[in-house]
């Protein structure tokens, strides 16, 4: 079994998160998102990984080699972003038997992609609430007979999970014409496949599509949530560490500090004095979390600097950034409902009543900045002191 990982695209609705790192690079729990669904197909039992890439393929390259977790490592480039049925197009050539397909910026549940290549061909599926937002999926004796995209009245809860085990013939079904969105679209090849064999749809227990800032919190609350403790960093003996907390060798904690798992500390990075990380929280390597700080549920990448006197809560925060002393984030709307992100220009409710701001590289807020719920910072901006922020910039 092959395993083709789509891994070209730029990422648009992650702004400003993915203007220099690929989506599928982003970090969830110490490892970029396009690893856990190689590791999800490594221990399904695949013989090789073809990565499809195209915007910043240096960094996919970089990590995951000529052989990752001792299976080779192919890679492919998607010329133009012309959809992902011409993403898999693209690796034809390294074809050479069943193949699966899976999205390197999702995140699968490893059990059910084991089962969805025991049942191949098959189709990951799973049972959402709001089944009119996916491609909802028919079945009649067991076998997939047609996918609705989006409908208005659906049938059934049991949609298209976003994962594909394709027999080797598909591999001359690839050639499909261009959809009414501009796109060679994997659906109508799926179409194709489910005219000619019996498809098994395979429920997952757990799938995410990590499309959009805040949903990088939710990967890290699922991943974070699944690690075991393993502390070999450098901790006070005055700080306390509770329940399941990662503290990588090279990080430190200092005294006074309190870590409540589920948290994970990288390499480099330092807590405290007398800091407080508690809430699903990654802070990345190389971050400093200072004196009087405390971040809660939030995600820090690298480089980042929350020196002293800050609170951060439920919030994405981005590469070589500095929080001036005082920074404080609100997280909350005061009159209940959801909090909103602009994503592309339009307003797209989090569905979470806690989310804080997203922050891109290289910003730099003055001291006592106050940042509005949902708030946007663009890679390179300033805020100045005692300023509070209620607009994206």
């Not at 394709?166 to 090849?189: H, I, K, N, Q, Y």
Request: net charge negative; aromatic share 6%; glycine share 12%.
């Amino acid at each position: 079994m092959q395993a083709i990982v789509l891994a070209a695209g730029k990422g648009t609705r992650m702004k400003p998160l993915s203007n220099e790192i690929p989506k599928p690079m982003l970090t969830v729990a110490g490892r970029p998102i396009a690893a856990h669904t190689a590791d999800a197909a490594v221990d399904a039992g695949v013989n090789e990984l073809v990565f499809v890439v195209g915007f910043g393929e240096q960094k996919v390259r970089e990590y995951f080699g000529s052989t990752y977790r001792g299976v080779p490592v192919s890679y492919v480039v998607q010329e133009e972003q012309q959809g992902t049925a011409d993403a898999v197009r693209a690796t034809k050539e390294h074809i050479d038997g069943p193949f699966a397909v899976l999205y390197g910026d999702n995140l699968y549940d490893p059990d059910g992609i084991s089962k969805l290549f025991e049942a191949a061909p098959s189709i990951a599926s799973f049972r959402v609430p709001n089944p009119s937002n996916y491609g909802v999926l028919t079945v009649e004796d067991g076998a997939v007979v047609e996918i609705i995209e989006k409908p208005d009245a659906p049938e059934n809860d049991l949609v298209n999970g976003g994962a594909y085990v394709f027999p080797e013939e598909a591999r001359d079904m690839l050639d499909v014409p261009v959809s009414e969105r501009g796109e060679r679209e994997l659906t109508d090849v799926l179409d194709r496949v489910i005219e000619r064999f019996t498809v098994s749809p395979v429920i997952l227990r757990r799938w995410m599509d990590v499309g959009r800032p805040w949903e990088l919190l939710e990967a890290n609350e699922w991943k974070l949530g699944a690690l075991e403790r393993r502390v070999e960093g450098e901790v006070s003996e005055n700080a306390k560490i509770q329940g399941t907390v990662v503290v990588e060798e090279g990080a430190t904690v200092r005294g006074g500090s309190v870590v409540e798992g589920p948290a994970y500390i990288s390499e480099g990075a330092t807590v405290g004095p007398n800091a407080y990380i508690r809430g699903s929280t990654f802070v990345g390597p190389d971050v400093h979390v200072g004196h009087a700080v405390e971040i809660k549920n939030s995600v820090l990448f690298d480089d980042t600097n929350v020196g002293h006197l800050s609170y951060v809560g439920d919030s994405v925060v981005g590469r070589d950034v500095n929080f001036g002393a005082g920074t404080n984030v609100a997280n909350l709307r005061h009159d209940g409902e959801d909090v909103t992100v602009r994503v592309k220009g339009e307003a797209v409710s989090t569905g979470r009543k806690k989310f804080g701001v997203v922050v891109g590289d290289d910003v730099k807020t003055g001291i006592n900045t106050a940042l509005n719920a949902g708030v946007k910072l663009s890679e390179g901006s300033q805020t100045a002191p005692g300023e509070t922020v209620t607009r994206d910039r």
